[in-house]
């Protein structure tokens, strides 16, 4: 269904591939080292295709870059989302993490030069087919 989806939307992209689907450990590992349970959407789209090299994030990206911005102290709310998508220019996309986990399928994204210490996410979609099909429909 996610793999259709892309391609559909992609047909004649020179640089979206989506990789080979992630494995059930590779997720489970992402899931453990950000301590955050990943959304249906997320982890069943990581099992279809880990990633698609230009946009979607594959779960070793999702760990280096969630792991390496959670390192910056400057950087204060940054570990109160997890981050899924980047548009390779320093914005990232991905869901609100709340005491109680990802509750909500919106996404947000990081504009990395409008944003100040404070990491300030605004609301870009609904849901993560919709974050992918705003992308590339050049609406986003």
Not at 88 to 106: L, R, V
Request: charged share 25%; glycine share 6%.
């Amino acid at each position: 269904m996610w793999k259709e989806f892309l391609i559909g939307l992609t047909p004649d992209h020179p640089y979206v591939k989506p990789n080979a689907p992630a494995s059930i450990e590779h997720v489970q590992e992402v899931e453990i080292k950000l301590q955050v349970i990943l959304p249906d959407d997320i982890k069943e789209l990581l099992l279809e295709f880990n990633g698609d090299n230009y946009f979607i994030l594959s779960t070793q990206e999702i760990l280096e870059n969630n792991l390496s911005l959670r390192g910056y102290e400057e950087f204060e709310n940054i570990d109160h989302y997890l981050l899924v998508a980047s548009n390779g220019c320093g914005d990232y996309y991905g869901y609100e993490i709340t005491e109680d986990g990802i509750k909500d399928e919106s996404i947000y994204r990081w504009d990395h030069e409008e944003s100040d210490v404070n990491c300030n996410f605004i609301k870009v979609a609904n849901n993560l087919k919709e974050l992918i099909e705003l992308y590339y429909t050049g609406k986003l």
